[in-house]
């Protein structure tokens, strides 16, 4: 079993649509919960990153932390062309050691 | 440019031969990372590095090799490259303290081994 599971997708929605992206991890122990985004050809950037349970929320983007069920989520509200991209989540270990989902797929249609 | 930079960013060569990836970092960051990235794995780490020459092997360490002479700089050797090294490889950098250690990636070296 992998430390975290991702969806690949590919998912595509339509311009505004309400985009919900997860990823289930296995140790109850993890405390960082991170998402990354990924253009073609580009380096993956840090999206949002959380430590407790619950939500947390930056602008269109809203990380959701269930440790009881050790599941993950992005939500991306009125989404845009310009989100369209591959979403990672990752998950720190320990020290400064992450497992990374392979990633989903995102293609936001105009 | 601050930040992290990777050469080359492409790069095409044969089986049996030794490339070497580099990596540099301005942000005096202590740790520094080596990952491949192919489809359906998703990022494995090959190595890391807490400071200047303390290294470490990660997920996928086999045929690679590393070193850190300087706190900037972090290059990737393929001693004698195979085909099933043919990947996209991204550096990271991260400080040692900090919620979460964040980690920042270069744009990546997209290695194709023929």
């Known amino acids: 079993q992998k430390e975290v599971e991702q969806d690949p997708g590919p998912l595509s929605v339509p311009e505004g649509a309400i985009v919900s992206l997860n990823c289930t991890y296995s140790?109850?122990?993890?405390?960082?919960f991170m998402w990354y985004r990924q253009y073609s050809r580009k380096g993956p950037e840090l999206l949002m990153y959380?430590?407790?349970?619950g939500n947390k929320e930056d602008g269109r983007f809203t990380a959701q932390v269930d440790k009881s069920s050790k599941y993950i989520s992005l939500f991306i509200r009125d989404s845009q062309p310009s989100d369209s991209a591959t979403y990672l989540c990752a998950i720190k270990v320990t020290g400064n050691q992450f497992y990374f989902g392979t990633g989903t797929s995102l293609t936001v249609i105009p | 440019d601050a930040g992290i930079t990777q050469s080359p960013r492409y790069k095409i060569t044969e089986t049996g031969r030794q490339v070497t990836l580099m990596c540099h970092q301005t942000?005096?960051?202590?740790?520094m990372f080596w990952y491949r990235q192919d489809l359906g794995h998703g990022l494995r780490l090959i190595y890391y590095?807490?400071?200047?020459?303390?290294?470490d092997k990660g997920e996928v360490p086999d045929g690679y090799v590393v070193s850190r002479s300087k706190t900037e700089n972090f290059p990737l050797t393929l001693e004698s490259a195979t085909r099933s090294q043919t990947s996209v490889y991204f550096c990271?950098?991260?400080?040692?303290?900090?919620?979460?250690?964040?980690?920042?990636f270069g744009a990546g070296t997209r290695l194709s081994v023929l």
């Open positions: 990271a950098s991260s400080e040692s303290k900090g919620v979460g250690n964040i980690q920042y």
């Open positions: 959380t430590y407790s349970s």
């Open positions: 590095s807490a400071a200047a020459d303390i290294t």
């Open positions: 140790n109850s122990a993890f405390q960082y």
């Open positions: 942000w005096s960051h202590s740790y």
